[in-house]
């Protein structure tokens, strides 16, 4: 099955501005996902979401972190006031065809690699 | 320690030879995949068991799950340099989150 796709693929920014990383998957998928790999460390997850609401967050995922779908598309994961610790890939994930992602597989983006400086 | 734990850490083998990476986690689970990670890639999708499972084949994967041990194997058979990556379990309790493991930096030599 096809994965999704994320933009930019390298982001750099400086401490406390705002950035905005995008995922790109079939339209006609329902449950999306955010994780990140701090360098050298495990994947964590960060926020799953549903039929446009969001369904799951985890601790990291706090009042800096907002994610969306603004145009029935694009699924936009956005941190209003980075900070160094930020820095990390970030990685976009859709549940497969077969449903929920806790249940069955997910299907990760390339990632986008953010520079916080 | 933490959910979905990998050993070894690393593992360097020779082309042809078995790879095995194990891993285990703490809590009950519906089920526990398995995914590679090229440097500085995505994370692909290779292998999904059930916990009702108890082995799962594709291609030259081969997946155990001990759900009294808390555990499973990923094998890989007769290596190749292009299955140098690092490996992860990860688990799904039941929510929609998955639980990454610390993984394994596999090194497959020509």
């Known amino acids: 099955e096809p994965e999704v796709t994320q933009t930019p693929s390298h982001q750099v920014t400086q401490m406390g501005q705002e950035v905005i990383l995008r995922c790109v998957p079939i339209s006609n998928h329902l449950y999306f996902y955010w994780y990140r790999q701090i360098l050298g460390q495990k994947v964590e997850f960060l926020v799953s979401?549903?039929?446009?609401?969001?369904?799951?967050k985890s601790e990291i995922f706090d009042d800096q972190f907002s994610v969306e779908r603004p145009d029935g598309s694009n699924f936009t994961l956005k941190i209003r006031s980075t900070k160094l610790e930020d820095s990390a890939m970030y990685f976009c994930?859709?549940?497969?065809?077969?449903?929920?992602?806790?249940?069955?597989?997910?299907?990760f983006g390339p990632g986008t690699r953010l520079t916080v400086l | 320690s933490q959910q979905g734990e990998e050993d070894p850490q690393a593992l360097s083998i020779q082309e042809g030879e078995n790879a095995t990476m194990n891993c285990s986690y703490k809590?009950?689970?519906?089920?526990l995949q398995w995914y590679r990670q090229n440097s500085g890639r995505g994370l692909v999708h290779l292998i999904l068991i059930r916990s009702n499972e108890r082995e799962k084949h594709s291609g030259r994967l081969r997946v155990t799950l001990d759900t009294s041990k808390k555990s499973s194997s990923l094998l890989i058979t007769a290596s190749r340099a292009a299955d140098t990556a690092s490996y992860f379990c990860a688990t799904a309790q039941g929510t929609d989150k998955l639980i990454f493991g610390t993984g394994t930096r596999l090194q497959v030599f020509p």
């Open positions: 994930a859709r549940a497969g065809t077969s449903g929920r992602g806790a249940y069955n597989e997910q299907f």
């Open positions: 979401f549903y039929n446009n609401e969001i369904s799951e």
């Open positions: 809590t009950s689970i519906n089920n």
